[in-house]
């Protein structure tokens, strides 16, 4: 079974950098992407960006482009989400989700990253 | 990319049907058939329902569907019943390997 692990809640100061992770297992890693999408609070999904983990190719959203980086780590088959210059709306839920084609299948179950002095 | 447009809620009664438009332009839903629709509960993580436009996966029920045209798709949940009450977001593919979410649409069952 496919399964999408991310690391736990984190609070930040702004002005800090995060750093989410997305353990993934039950498949073979390489042959899927894997996505990063936001949701603020009360607000609607937001695509960020997502990386093929076979070829390590890469595309952002140009909202995020200066300021996150994705990588992956195929031997921990984990992808992690980098974000800088962290400001209060970066206040949001994170999740990754496997690439099913052109869909989103299955997700992790979400990261809570609360950016506040 | 702006996001998709959807109706902000939609609601109806159990048994009713319920369709929830998504509306994108000749870049994004237009130009390919890659529309996929989310739900998700409060406090949990999306889940699939719909992708490719039609396709439904495994263990999807099949009161939900999908259709396309021109710049905009539609889900409809057919024999509404309780545990459809959650948010909905299509997604579309916009080329150069970008993606964009509709705005999203909460459905009541009343």
């Known amino acids: 079974q496919v399964h999408l692990v991310q690391s736990g809640t984190e609070v930040k100061e702004p002005g800090a950098s995060v750093r989410v992770s997305c353990k993934t297992s039950g498949y073979t890693f390489t042959d899927y992407a894997i996505h990063w999408v936001r949701q603020a609070p009360g607000q609607g999904l937001e695509w960020m960006g997502w990386i093929n983990t076979g070829t390590g190719g890469l595309k952002y959203s140009q909202r995020f482009q200066a300021r996150v980086t994705i990588t992956s780590v195929t031997s921990a088959t984990t992808v992690y989400l980098d974000l800088t210059s962290l400001t209060s709306e970066d206040t949001a839920v994170y999740f990754c989700?496997?690439?099913?084609?052109?869909?989103?299948?299955?997700w992790g179950q979400g990261t809570l990253v609360t950016v506040s002095s | 990319q702006s996001a998709l447009t959807q109706p902000r809620s939609v609601s109806g009664s159990p048994g009713q049907s319920v369709t929830i438009s998504c509306t994108g332009t000749?870049?994004?839903?237009?130009?390919?058939?890659?529309v996929s629709w989310v739900q998700q509960h409060p406090g949990r993580a999306p889940q699939v329902m719909i992708s490719?436009?039609?396709k439904r996966p495994s263990g999807v029920p099949d009161r939900f569907s999908g259709s396309k045209s021109g710049n905009a798709a539609s889900l409809t949940i057919s024999g509404l019943q309780a545990e459809d009450e959650a948010d909905y977001y299509c997604s579309s593919y916009t080329g150069t390997n970008t993606f964009v979410f509709g705005t999203g649409t909460h459905v009541t069952v009343l």
């Open positions: 000749s870049s994004d839903i237009g130009a390919y058939d890659y």
């Open positions: 490719d436009v039609t």
């Open positions: 989700s496997r690439s099913r084609g052109y869909s989103f299948d299955p």
